[in-house]
């Protein structure tokens, strides 16, 4: 129960339903989610070692703001694993892999074209949680997952048509390096992807300064 009350909180603290500098409490949420405040504690506990929330004995707790250093060392982290697990691919792509990619991609085109940002941002993360899949080393992608949410979080308030047309754009190119067998060009096109996040930090601070630490 615990790790599905997590699960929903992060949720909303990504996709903005929970603003940073937002107060909560374990009454509130118990309430949202119909548990009781036990499960809730430990979600709690368990999202600010995470650095979501700010728990403040006595005092409420808080939706931390989001780090600009948090946002770097969660860029360093998913690329140092992500450029690997793209090298693997594209060394040994197997019979499946570029119509599993290329069926993706339409159902990104198809989530952009309905301005479905909640949708687009899942299919995101499944293109690249299939990469690892691809590769053999799914459980890779968990490690990611567990220390991205910072940079998830400014990835979901800039992605607007535009946005999202720019990462099926970069897709496209990952996936056609992928079904070349290119090595070189798989890295690099997975490096010039997720670089892109400092460009997006960057865009999101000077559009929401309150936000950030």
């Known amino acids: 129960m615990a790790m599905r009350v997590v699960g929903a909180l992060r949720d909303d603290i990504v996709t903005m339903v929970l603003k940073p500098g937002d107060v909560i409490s374990e009454s509130d949420i118990a309430g949202r989610y119909g548990v009781s405040r036990q499960p809730v504690r430990e979600a709690f506990i368990r999202l600010a070692q995470q650095g979501l929330l700010l728990i403040r004995p006595k005092r409420a707790t808080v939706v931390k703001k ?124 997975m490096r010039a992807h997720l670089a892109r996040a400092e460009l997006l930090l960057s865009q999101t601070i000077a559009d929401f300064p309150d936000y950030f630490e």
Do not use: C, N
């Open 66 to 189: 989001i780090s600009p250093e948090g946002v770097r060392q969660s860029r360093f982290i998913r690329e140092s694993i992500e450029v690997e697990i793209i090298r693997r691919v594209a060394a040994h792509p197997g019979p499946d892999a570029a119509s599993v990619l290329k069926e993706l991609i339409a159902e990104q085109e198809t989530a952009s074209a309905a301005e479905d940002s909640r949708r687009f941002h899942t299919l995101d993360e499944l293109f690249h949680r299939t990469l690892a899949r691809l590769a053999g080393v799914e459980y890779a992608w968990q490690l990611i997952d567990d220390h991205k949410m910072q940079l998830d979080r400014v990835r979901y308030l800039t992605l607007g048509v535009s946005s999202s047309q720019v990462a099926i754009g970069e897709h496209k190119i990952i996936a056609a390096a992928v079904a070349a067998g290119d090595v070189a060009g798989a890295e690099a096109a």
